[in-house]
C-alpha cells in the first residue's frame, strides 16, 4: 500500500512514525490529515534513508533545493558540490534540474549521494534523450515520456513534477491573453511546443492514468507543475494561471483516489497583495491539498537579489498556508547558479519558512526566545550557535572584536542591554535597600 492507502485505512506506517516524532505532532493526527490529501510523506518505495520528510497541514513549513547542469554547464562534480551544499544548510528535500549531459547517470550520482528526498522534471529526460536521439526534441512520442516516468521511478525518486495542467483549452486562454511572458516554465514550454508542433494534447495529462499507476507502484509523491505559472507581477492570477489550477485540482483527486499523493506547484511573479488570494484559491480549489511555491517573487526588479524577492513572497505564502518554498538563488534568470548561490538560496528559504512557522505554530517561537535571552545575557557563542548559518555569524564576530568583550563593535560601550541591564540592577538595588 501506499501511505495514502494506509492512511485511509487508519495503519501507522514507520514513516508517519518517524515524522510525527520529528515534529512533535499526534500520530493519528497526522495519519488523518494525510488521508484526506492534506499532507504527504517523500519515499519512493525503492530508496532507504533516514531524513524522511512529510509536507502539509500541521507540519512545518519545507524548503526544496534546485540543482542540476543546463546545457552550457555539465560537470557532475560540481552539481555533486551542490548538493553537498544544499543539504549542508537546510535543504529538506533537493530537485535535480539536469537537461546536459548524461541524465540519467548524474541523476544516479545524485541520488547515491543524498539523504533526503529527490525530485525530478521527467519531461526534461524525455526531451533531451530525444534532442540525442533524433536532433530534435520534438519527436519524442508519449510512450518515450512514459518511459522515462518509469525508469525514474526505479531509480528511486521520490518526487515528479508532471505539467499535465498544460492543455489545448488552457493555451487556447493563453493565446487570447496578452501576457508579457507566455510561459516561463522550462517543462510547460516544452509541451506547449511539442502539442503546437505535433498538433496534439498534452501526453502527461492524455496518460494521466498510467502517470498515476506508475506513481502507486513506487509511492511517488506526484507535484503537479504550473506550466500557466506567471512569470511576471503584470500576468499575475490571470485566465491562463487560473485555468491550470482548477485542471490541477481534477487531476489532484484523481490521483488521491487511486491512493496517490500529490502536492501542487504554485506562482510564480506575485505582488504582496495577491499572494493570500493566490493561497486562499489553491487550497480551496485543490481541496487542501499541500502548496509548494516558487517564490513567489514580489517584484521583477531584483536581478541578482532574487533569493530575497522569493524569500519575501515565500515568507507571506507559508504564513498564508502554503506548505512547501522551492528555493532561489541570487542567479536566477542570470545564470546557471555556483555553490555559493546554492548556500545563499538555501538559508534565504530557511528564514522564510522559520518566519512563517513563527506565525502558524507558537512552538515555533521558542528559538526565538532562546536566541532573545541569549542576546540579553550577551553569551556570544550561544547566539552563534543557535544561529541559521553559525559559520558566517561566527566570522563576523571574529572580524571585529570589541575593547569590551561582553558588547559588539556597534555600540561598544553605549550597548542599551549592558546599559539597561545595569540601570534596572541598580534600581532593584534601591527597591530591595
Known amino acids: 500500500m501506499t501511505q495514502l492507502e494506509s492512511a485511509k485505512n487508519n495503519i501507522l506506517t514507520p514513516e508517519m512514525r518517524l515524522i510525527a516524532k520529528d515534529e512533535g505532532v499526534d500520530v493519528d493526527v497526522l495519519c488523518g490529515k494525510i488521508a484526506q490529501g492534506k499532507a504527504v510523506i517523500f519515499r519512493n518505495k525503492k530508496r532507504k534513508f533516514k531524513r524522511i520528510c512529510g509536507v502539509g497541514s500541521g507540519l512545518r513549513t519545507k524548503i526544496n533545493a534546485n540543482i542540476g547542469t ?16 544544499a543539504l549542508k544548510y537546510g535543504a529538506d528535500t ?37 534532442e540525442d536521439k533524433y536532433g530534435n526534441f520534438l519527436k519524442m512520442s508519449a510512450e518515450s515520456i512514459i518511459d522515462v516516468l518509469e525508469r ?12 499535465s495542467g ?8 493563453l493565446k487570447k491573453k496578452k501576457r508579457i511572458l507566455d510561459i516561463v516554465s522550462r517543462g510547460g514550454a516544452i509541451l506547449a511546443q511539442w502539442m503546437h508542433f505535433n498538433k496534439k494534447e498534452n501526453p502527461l495529462y492524455e496518460n494521466f492514468a498510467q502517470v498515476i499507476e506508475i506513481a ?26 487560473l485555468a491550470e489550477l482548477r485542471m490541477l485540482g481534477k487531476l489532484a483527486k484523481a490521483a488521491q483516489k487511486a491512493g496517490v499523493s500529490v502536492i501542487i506547484e504554485g ?10 488570494k493566490n493561497v486562499a484559491l489553491e487550497k480551496e480549489i485543490c481541496h487542501g491539498a499541500p502548496f509548494y511555491v516558487l517564490g513567489p517573487l514580489v517584484t521583477d526588479i531584483a536581478a541578482g537579489y532574487d533569493h530575497i524577492t522569493g524569500a519575501i513572497g515565500g515568507a507571506l505564502a507559508a504564513s498564508f498556508g502554503a506548505d512547501f518554498l522551492c528555493y532561489l538563488t541570487p542567479a536566477e534568470h542570470l545564470r546557471h547558479p555556483s555553490i555559493n548561490d546554492v548556500k545563499e538560496g538555501v538559508i534565504a528559504s530557511r528564514i522564510a519558512a522559520h518566519a512563517a512557522d513563527i506565525v502558524k505554530f507558537k512552538k515555533a517561537r521558542e528559538l526565538d526566545r532562546k536566541m532573545s535571552l ?5 553569551l556570544w557563542d550561544k547566539q552563534i550557535a543557535l544561529s541559521i548559518d553559525p559559520l558566517k555569524a561566527g566570522k563576523y564576530r571574529m572580524a571585529s572584536r570589541p575593547h569590551l568583550s561582553d558588547v559588539c563593535t556597534m555600540c561598544g560601550k553605549y550597548c542599551s542591554i549592558k546599559l539597561m541591564e545595569e ?9 530591595r535597600a
Request: proline share 6%; net charge negative; aromatic share 4%.
Open 166 to 173: 498544460v492543455t489545448m483549452d488552457t493555451l487556447s486562454l
Open 216 to 241: 502507486k507502484e513506487y509511492d511517488i509523491v506526484l507535484s503537479l507543475g504550473d506550466g500557466m505559472r506567471p512569470g511576471a507581477i503584470a500576468d499575475a492570477t490571470d485566465a491562463p494561471q
Open 267 to 276: 506562482p510564480g511573479h506575485i505582488p504582496l497583495n495577491e499572494i493570500e
Open 94 to 130: 533537493v530537485m535535480d534540474l539536469s537537461v546536459g549531459g548524461n541524465l540519467r547517470q548524474i541523476r544516479k550520482a545524485l541520488i547515491s549521494k543524498t539523504d533526503v528526498p529527490f525530485g525530478t522534471v521527467p519531461i526534461y529526460e524525455a526531451a533531451k534523450d530525444s
Open 152 to 163: 525514474q521511478a526505479e531509480d528511486g525518486v521520490d518526487f515528479f513534477t508532471v505539467h
Open 374 to 378: 541569549y542576546r540579553k545575557k550577551r
Open 70 to 85: 543546463s546545457p552550457d554547464k555539465k560537470e557532475l562534480s560540481d552539481e555533486i558540490k551542490k548538493l553537498e551544499t
Open 423 to 431: 540601570c534596572l540592577s541598580a534600581d532593584r538595588q534601591d527597591l
